[in-house]
């Protein structure tokens, strides 16, 4: 008899509902499936008002962020077999809940563009010139940090956003740190108002949180300290030898 | 936690962190756990400038601090101290180990050999204090 899960669905509907409360559905579970495709069974042969974000069923696109059993999950990448017959599936912690499990990302839509995470040349050459070119090695040195597909795990599971949600947060500060480190970059000066700031990398404490449920193994703790010992690294130099420039 | 209405409309939930957060995970309860143990590492500080004094009041004022310490309530809190002093420089050592890039020719160290290095170096440098304090 194929196995059957229960998931006890964190629901909201802002026009109805004072508050969240919880519906539990029954899903059948297969070979290879995921807790996404019991909430997509869910919404097309049960409860087609339950409202949930994903995309591409395959850890790229990072729509599909959840709280499952308490800890921020990429659902598309969690394989029920490895998940009780009870699974509890919410929003993702630490954002406003829109509805059911969609969660409000403003905020994180802010703040990226603020570290500009792209490249920033001093002086841009032509495109006839050619491209920035770069060695195996020089691509080497940011490769653990180029992967986020901002799917925002890394907040849900911060407490540190959590309780202060001026946080520039590890997503945004790993980013900036791919670019910083990218040997075709020139624009660390242009992020360090942001990424130095008491709201960047000095209101992070090192819970560590953030890289463990990164689905993609961007590390963003360990650049956040990365990131610290560059700022304080600057601070001192521009203090003690102003005259010496990076 | 609450339901805020938006000028555009919308009424999204918010919800506060809950005083309870650090029990979800053995990691935030190991995080919770070394910040706390800087308020003991702090009494033990604060303990060991009273004794200092106690030694420059002299032999009498030293002797009676040393009385007091031996006391069980005082062994006891030194007990905690010591085990809170422990934890917060062994999950140091393995959270620290996971910072710095090392590479040695085309290999990169992995955080396994780096916190071993760390505990390497606590060890050796409690000894050469243990081997001073010995010799004196």
């Known amino acids: 008899m194929q196995r059957q899960v229960r998931l006890k669905v964190q629901r909201y509907h802002p026009e109805r509902d004072g508050r969240p409360h919880t519906q539990v559905y029954q899903a059948p579970t297969g070979e290879g499936m995921m807790v996404l495709d019991a909430l997509t069974f869910i919404k097309e042969e049960v409860d087609p008002t339950l409202a949930l974000r994903w995309s591409c069923r395959m850890g790229i696109c990072g729509s599909c962020g959840m709280m499952v059993n308490g800890r921020a999950t990429l659902t598309c990448q969690a394989l029920l077999a490895r998940y009780p017959d009870e699974i509890e599936v919410a929003p993702l912690d630490n954002f406003p809940v829109i509805r059911d499990l969609v969660v409000d990302l403003a905020d994180f839509m802010e703040k990226l563009p603020a570290v500009k995470a792209w490249l920033i040349r001093e002086e841009e050459k032509p495109p006839v010139e050619g491209e920035y070119l770069q060695t195996p090695a020089q691509r080497e040195a940011y490769a653990d940090h180029a992967a986020c597909i901002n799917c925002m795990l890394c907040y849900a599971a911060c407490p540190v956003y959590g309780l202060e949600p001026s946080f520039l947060g590890p997503a945004a500060i790993a980013l900036a740190h791919r670019y910083n480190l990218d040997s075709r970059d020139q624009g660390e000066e242009e992020r360090r108002p942001e990424v130095g700031a008491e709201e960047g990398v000095w209101s992070c404490t090192f819970v560590g949180e953030c890289s463990e449920v990164c689905p993609k193994g961007v590390h963003p703790a360990e650049a956040i300290q990365r990131e610290k010992v560059r700022n304080a690294i600057h601070w001192a130099q521009s203090t003690l030898a102003p005259w010496m420039k990076r | ?136």
């Open chain 2, 1 to 136: 936690m609450t339901a805020i209405d938006r000028p555009d409309g919308s009424r999204p939930w918010v919800r506060a962190v809950p005083a309870g957060w650090w029990l979800r995970n053995r990691r935030y309860v190991l995080f919770v756990l070394r910040e706390l143990s800087g308020v003991f590492i702090a009494i033990f500080l604060i303990l060991y400038i009273v004794q200092l004094a106690m030694l420059a009041s002299g032999p009498d004022a030293f002797a009676g601090y040393l009385r007091l310490m031996s006391s069980p309530p005082w062994i006891a809190l030194h007990v905690v101290i010591l085990f809170f002093t422990v934890l917060h420089t062994v999950t140091w050592i393995q959270l620290t180990a996971r910072i710095p890039s090392v590479r040695l020719g085309d290999k990169k160290l992995s955080q396994r050999v780096l916190s071993l290095a760390g505990f390497v170096l606590w060890v050796l440098a409690s000894a050469a204090v243990v081997s001073v304090v010995l010799a004196s």
